[in-house]
């Protein structure tokens, strides 16, 4: 049976799952999208045989033809779409963030663990993409030994209208919360933000770039540097040192080109690009998991830890200083 996904919310990612699953997933198809902006629903609807156009999520998820959730609105929606969705008994594949702070996470996490199941996969793709994969293989090996440090760059050609200081943490640094966690098995238990003088190419009152540094509760440290002005491409690249080695990531180096005297090659401009391979196998992923009837992937729990490490380093950024991260005892659902 094919499974009939609701989008809810069409805006960049949104709009391109539509197309991700139509186009490149197997055993999937859009039944339903939703957008605030009801020209915007019916245009996307329109390019989809079948698919209808509504502008409340609560009634594309009571539609008899709806199998499963992808939740691609903004961070401040989620909660109450998720919990819809818990009520109906619908997989979901929710986008980062799974909610903008700790407290509403805790609540997607009660709400969850009293269903007695995994209905969540939350949508952190680096976990699908090819590199992180291999590092991640890698290290669970142990030929390199404990990991002692991850260092992070993360890039952005620029940063989109509205995009806040705080938001370079909660939206971007987000990630690298999850990748810390996920390839050392640790949690963060503090964060501290240092602020360079800001690029003159960062918009009014940018705080960009930022350095930030995790302590995980393993003991390693894990620093991030996050540039979302840097003007040149968008870049994500990763180092974890070892006790007896070294392993790095994000290089780019596919194709490398020698012409007049030179040598060099491209760097994508954006993360629809350089990651659309890890959005494709997530996405693939999740369709496989939900027709099993099995939930993988990241959870609730690692969007919970994202969003307690994310609240707390924006604290970090604006009162300075380390700020430590209380997590509540990890409920045996996540175990
Ligand atoms: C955006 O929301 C993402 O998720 C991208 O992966 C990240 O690079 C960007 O900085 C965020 O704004």
Not at 109 to 122: H, I, K, T
Not at 304 to 311: D, P, S
Request: hydrophobic fraction near 40%; proline fraction near 5%; aromatic fraction near 6%.
């Amino acid at each position: 049976e094919e499974l009939r996904v609701a989008v809810i919310g069409t805006g960049r990612m949104g709009a391109d799952h539509v197309r991700r699953i139509q186009e490149v997933t197997s055993g999937a198809r859009v039944s339903a999208v939703v957008d605030l902006d009801a020209e915007r629903a019916k245009t996307i609807a329109s390019r989809v045989d079948g698919c209808t156009a509504h502008t409340d999520p609560a009634a594309a998820m009571a539609a008899a033809d709806v199998d499963a959730v992808l939740v691609a609105s903004p961070g401040p929606a989620h909660e109450a779409t998720l919990l819809t969705a818990f009520e109906h008994g619908l997989p979901v594949l929710c986008e980062k963030p799974l909610t903008p702070d700790a407290a509403s996470a805790l609540r997607v996490l009660e709400a969850e663990c009293e269903l007695g199941r995994r209905l969540v996969q939350v949508g952190f793709m680096r976990r699908y993409d090819a590199e992180y994969v291999r590092l991640k293989s890698l290290l669970e090996t142990g030929q390199l030994g404990r990991p002692l440090l991850l260092h992070n760059r993360h890039r952005n050609v620029a940063s989109p209208p509205g995009f806040t200081s705080d938001m370079l943490i909660s939206d971007s640094v987000a990630h690298e919360t999850d990748v810390t966690r996920w390839l050392l098995g640790h949690e963060i238990a503090a964060v501290t933000v240092l602020r360079p003088t800001p690029s003159a190419s960062a918009p009014d009152a940018l705080q960009d770039p930022q350095f930030v540094v995790f302590e995980t509760d393993g003991g390693a440290v894990s620093d991030v540097e996050i540039f979302v002005n840097c003007g040149f491409g968008y870049q994500v690249q990763a180092e974890v040192v070892c006790e007896r080695g070294t392993a790095r990531i994000g290089d780019g180096h596919a194709m490398v080109t020698h012409m007049a005297g030179r040598w060099g090659g491209t760097i994508d401009q954006d993360y629809t690009v350089r990651f659309a391979d890890a959005y494709d196998r997530e996405i693939q992923a999740w369709v496989d998991a939900t027709r099993r009837g099995e939930v993988t992937g990241p959870s609730v729990w690692d969007g919970y830890a994202a969003a307690a490490v994310c609240e707390a380093g924006v604290r970090a950024l604006t009162d300075g200083g380390r700020v430590e991260i209380d997590l509540v005892e990890k409920p045996p659902l996540y175990r």
